[in-house]
């Protein structure tokens, strides 16, 4: 199996962010595992029609939904919610892995994020990073991201809607968000993207040993 990075974190801390940008530098492949969720859980898909797809296909049909939908509060809860299912749980699980052991030929290796890639998905991972940030820096963030599409809403609203969010997540109980001793910290509530994502690459070198292509 070729290597896989995993990245776990809360909502708005910026793993996605970071984690494409090392699928990138490294020429892997990426997976959001989140959208994932999303995607099934704005289209209300029931568990025995997910068998029938694959972690591609999902990230397709999501390519026809407006971005900003996937992003809402209202699909979030919801995405959350149904991750609490040991059902679609196992079957969105298996997903993941599947891409993982078969990122493609022209990759070296995959990049997942989400908030129990390292944990369950892919508990032996060769590198594994969780990027965090304080809530409030992270409710700035992703109020400055939902304000372009909904000038109504207002931070407190979004900051409210994250600590839920982060509630739900770390007290399922199935795969809650969490890490071990296992992960490397990176707390990205004062640094730039460039910055948390410099930290990002040496972390992920030390681990796989890679040198600078």
């Not at 407190?156 to 007290?171: C, G, P």
Request: aromatic residues 6%; neutral net charge; contains cysteine.
């Amino acid at each position: 199996m070729k290597p896989v990075i995993a990245i776990d974190g809360p909502a708005g801390s910026g793993k996605g962010t970071i984690a494409k940008k090392l699928a990138s530098h490294f020429n892997f492949a990426h997976l959001d595992t989140g959208m994932l969720y999303r995607v099934i859980a704005y289209l209300d898909v029931e568990a025995d029609k997910i068998k029938e797809l694959s972690a591609a296909k999902i990230l397709e049909t999501a390519r026809e939904i407006p971005l900003s939908a996937l992003k809402s509060d209202a699909v979030s809860l919801k995405a959350s919610k149904i991750a609490k299912s040991p059902e679609i749980r196992e079957i969105m699980t298996q997903l993941q892995r599947d891409f993982a052991a078969s990122p493609g030929d022209m990759c070296d290796g995959s990049v997942l994020d989400g908030r129990d890639i390292g944990t369950v998905v892919i508990p032996d991972a060769v590198c594994k990073i969780f990027i965090t940030a304080s809530p409030e820096i992270r409710a700035a963030r992703r109020f400055r991201a939902l304000k372009r599409d909904n000038s109504q809403i207002t931070y407190d609203e979004v900051l409210e809607s994250l600590i839920a969010r982060d509630k739900q997540d770390q007290s399922r109980g199935i795969a809650p968000l969490t890490l071990n001793d296992s992960y490397v910290v990176l707390d990205t509530s004062e640094e730039t993207v460039k910055e948390s994502f410099l930290q990002a690459i040496k972390i992920v070198k030390n681990s796989l040993k890679f040198t600078e292509r």
